[in-house]
């Protein structure tokens, strides 16, 4: 399946969006997977990219960047860069990226693949994605693609007012769910919590790491 034909494919799966489908139809894949997985790059499917992760499958890409529903100015930070598939879909579709990857390979990797690609609206952190990057809050998007028992409340708090984070939330072994958490406007005001669909992410893990020189 070539991306623009992935892209017909999503659209038929109920992907509305077409700053979403077109996203997709300009990325190419397989540059984001290994040479050993690129016979399968086709598939919609989630594949390996080592150290025990995965690059989501395309529907699941496409249905999270479109629960954002992201115009173009967003500020958007990213928890779980991986091979920097999901990072490149969102750099096209906002203003700027902020991702964080707790494994020291996965974000080199990503960060010289990225800017190799032409990417130069994404920054790039090594370190505990639970932690957020507070430094850069607050942002008007959040997207984590691994999934926390729990929402963690430092990313929570690092989400601009009215600003949405779409998480998978739940138990390594067990059903997680794809939560969209819209922040309210108000103060004191509780967040809405929507589920979209059940899912089964790798866990998020934690660790102080600094960021990649």
């Known amino acids: 399946m070539g991306d623009q ?15 979403v489908l077109e996203g997709i139809a300009r990325l190419t894949r397989a540059d984001f997977v290994s040479e050993e997985a690129r ?3 086709a598939a919609d ?12 499958q395309p529907y699941v ?4 960047t479109q629960a954002l529903q992201l ?4 500020r958007v930070l990213e928890i779980g860069t991986g091979s920097g598939y999901q990072t490149a879909l969102l750099a096209l579709l906002c203003r700027e990226v902020f991702t964080v990857e707790i494994i020291p390979e996965l974000a080199r990797s990503a960060r010289e693949r990225l800017k190799r690609l032409g990417f130069d609206n994404v920054f790039f952190r090594q370190g505990d994605g639970g932690a957020g990057w507070p430094e850069q809050a607050p942002f ?17 708090s690092q ?7 779409v998480v998978p939330v739940g138990p390594t072994w067990g059903t997680q769910e794809l939560l969209r ?30 960021p990649i020189p």
């Not at 890409?61 to 999270?64: D, E, G, I, R």
């Not at 997207?143 to 028992?149: D, E, G, Q």
């Not at 989400?159 to 984070?165: A, F």
Request: charged content about 25%.
């Open 5 to 19: 034909a992935r892209a017909d494919y999503l659209s038929r799966e109920g992907i509305l969006d077409e700053r």
């Open 39 to 41: 016979d399968e790059v």
């Open 45 to 56: 499917v989630p594949l390996p990219i080592g150290h025990g992760q995965t690059i989501s």
């Open 61 to 64: 890409v496409a249905l999270m």
């Open 71 to 74: 115009q173009g100015h967003e």
């Open 140 to 156: 008007d998007a959040i997207l984590v693609t691994a999934a926390p028992a729990e929402v963690p409340a430092a990313l929570l």
């Open 159 to 165: 989400l601009q007012r009215g600003g949405r984070m």
């Open 181 to 210: 958490i819209h922040r309210a406007k108000v103060p004191g005001e509780l967040p809405r919590v929507e589920s979209l669909l059940p899912v089964r992410f790798v866990p998020m893990t934690s660790a102080s790491e600094p």
